[in-house]
């Protein structure tokens, strides 16, 4: 059974889109760099928050030099499918739980849902 996972507090939320949205596995510099800058946090405080997203699993790390470069161990993805699934652990009907999100979106995102259904469907059958 996988670990729960929690909602990114502010901060982790923020260094994840960095590194997210990142081309390239980057130092803690330069996630610092790339946060918003209001407010201003101290370096000190982002390289606690990344060693901690490292430590979750959420990072990776490789040796450059004396600095570190992290990337994503999870996609975004991963997370949003995580919180979704952690959020179907609170009802005892994740059927009508499901049946009221699909009734939520659009009709290209229920086209979209349906052909990876589909997908999974045939994948699981193989």
């Known amino acids: 059974m996988e670990a729960r996972v929690r909602p990114f507090g ?3 939320a923020a ?3 960095v590194v997210w949205s990142a081309a390239a596995p980057i130092t803690i510099r330069e996630v610092k760099d790339r946060l ?11 390289q606690t928050v990344v060693d901690i997203l490292y430590r979750k699993g959420w990072l ?3 040796r ?29 009907d994740r ?13 290209d995102e229920v086209a979209a849902l349906r052909a990876a259904l589909d997908a999974a469907t045939t994948e699981r059958g193989s």
């Open 95 to 107: 059927t009508g739980a499901l049946l009221r999100l699909v009734e939520s979106m659009g009709d």
């Open 36 to 46: 918003p800058q209001h407010p201003e946090r101290a370096y000190t405080t982002v």
């Open 60 to 62: 990776s790390r490789a």
């Open 15 to 17: 260094i994840m889109d």
């Open 64 to 92: 450059d030099g004396k600095a570190h470069r992290y990337a994503p161990s999870r996609s975004r993805d991963d997370y949003t499918a995580a919180l979704l699934g952690e959020a179907l652990t609170t009802t005892t």
């Open 10 to 12: 502010e901060l982790e």
